[in-house]
């Protein structure tokens, strides 16, 4: 077996070269003597970007901090070191009716990197963000002090590191609420859409109505089909499993294959046949949660089926009224760019506030899109996106991005001064030295220059 690799989820930047066991950091930044700009947490690399990356530095491996400390059975409320995953949390919480009340599309991530990118899942209309759902944690900084950090004690630290990308320090542990839930299981419904114009009929509607609602458009459908798709609404069954399942990954890839397996003929037969499959009846089935919400879980290392040069996702957000016209703009300009995205994804964010400083969820519709990585002309595609996203007053994911430019960034997070001034001097990623910095620059701070 070869060395581990501490990538990002996308693989089109480099790996990590330089990381450290999480015990080393914590007495590196006990001591006092952590240097400027050398650490970053890594917590499972499921961001798509480059975010949990810093070339310069030193990224520290979280993940054997990953014990479970407390669960109150009554209450929900779990404590847990950073590193823990969140499978590992629904196995725990699971017999006693309890289930994180905020999962995104994978369970193979930290506790310590849901919180740091305030991540979102299928109920944001109902639940909000993770952020919503921390009750504290405790982060070490490099002055060598644990901060006990929750809305009421050290505040603005709490709300800085919420969303804060690894930035403020390390978080050590954290306690979170969970949500009681009848059972695991999900009554899924796949109901059909012939065009965008149906999908944001049935968008509010189907948010009202239940716990997760997300809809799938089939991308590469032309003419007639065009933005035809499926919105998938659920909520937990009444009756069902309370243990968990095997954690994905009975599949897995092999190799690294030596290009983009996902090209597009494979794409649209796979589109077809999976709306084939899904959407050939309407009628309500009782499913299990892990194809419900992890169902690219199934088989792991599926990121390596884009080839060496791995793939870009774009995930962006724009507000309600003017979501038609924008989500058709940026699913038209991949089109012409004759990009297939594997995934497409549309979901309405509801207005349930973070407590973050800077979280990417806000009221309107997310599009996510997933392309091989062709360099320039992936990037060209991508820069049309960013402008079509934030000349709708939209904004860009950090989290899932590799690439965008400062103005994009400064566009989408006009407050991203206020997470800098709260910024642990002894932290960076290539994502912020990429955007922030330059920023910082231009506003003639010279030390940012150095
Ligand atoms: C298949 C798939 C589906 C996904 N679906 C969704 C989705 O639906 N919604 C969504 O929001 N996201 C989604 N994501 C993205 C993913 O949920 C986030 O990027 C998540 O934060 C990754 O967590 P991680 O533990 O792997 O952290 P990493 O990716 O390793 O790091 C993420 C950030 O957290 C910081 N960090 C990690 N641990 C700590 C710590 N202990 N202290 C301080 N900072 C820390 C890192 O520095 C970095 O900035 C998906 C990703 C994949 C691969």
Known sequence: MGAERFDSFGRATPPATRTMPADDA???????????NALLAYGNGRSYGDSCQNEAGTVV????????????????????????LLSDIMAHAAPYGF??????????????????????????????TF??????FTLLRSDGRIYRCSDTDNACLFQATIGGMGLTGLILSASIRMMRVPSLDIVEKATPFRDLGEFFDLAEAADQANEYAVAWIDQLAGGHRRGRGLLFTGNHAEHGSHTA??????????????????NRPFLTAFNAAYRWKKGRSSVPRHVGYQG?????????????????????????????DVAHRAVKALLEAARQAGQGSFLTVLKRFGSIRSPALLSFPRPGFTLTLDFPNRGEVTLQLLRELDRITVEAGGAVNPYKDARMGADIFAASFPDWQRLEA?????????????????????????????
Not at 99 to 110: E, K, L, N
Not at 246 to 253: K, N
Not at 292 to 320: A, I
Request: overall charge positive.
């Open 131 to 136: 952020g919503c759902h921390v009750e504290s």
């Open 26 to 36: 914590i007495a590196l930044m006990k001591s006092g003597k952590a240097k400027k």
């Open 245 to 262: 399942s095997h954690a994905g990954g009975r599949l897995s890839v092999p190799f690294q294959p030596p290009f983009n397996v996902l």
């Open 61 to 84: 491996d979280m993940r054997p901090l990953d014990r479970i400390l407390a669960f109150n059975a009554e209450t929900g409320l779990l404590e847990a070191e950073a590193g823990v």
């Open 292 to 320: 419900f919400f992890f169902p690219l879980d199934g088989l792991s290392g599926w990121n390596r089926l884009y080839g060496p040069k791995g793939l870009f996702q774009h995930q962006s957000v724009v507000p309600e």
């Open 422 to 450: 709260l910024r642990d001097p002894a932290f960076m990623s290539d994502f912020w030295m990429r955007t922030a910095k330059k920023l910082d620059v231009r506003r003639g701070n010279v030390e940012a220059a150095e």
């Open 99 to 128: 289930f994180p009340a905020v999962v995104p599309g994978t369970q193979f991530v930290t506790l310590g990197g849901a919180i740091a990118n305030d991540v979102h899942g299928k109920n944001h209309h109902r639940r909000g």
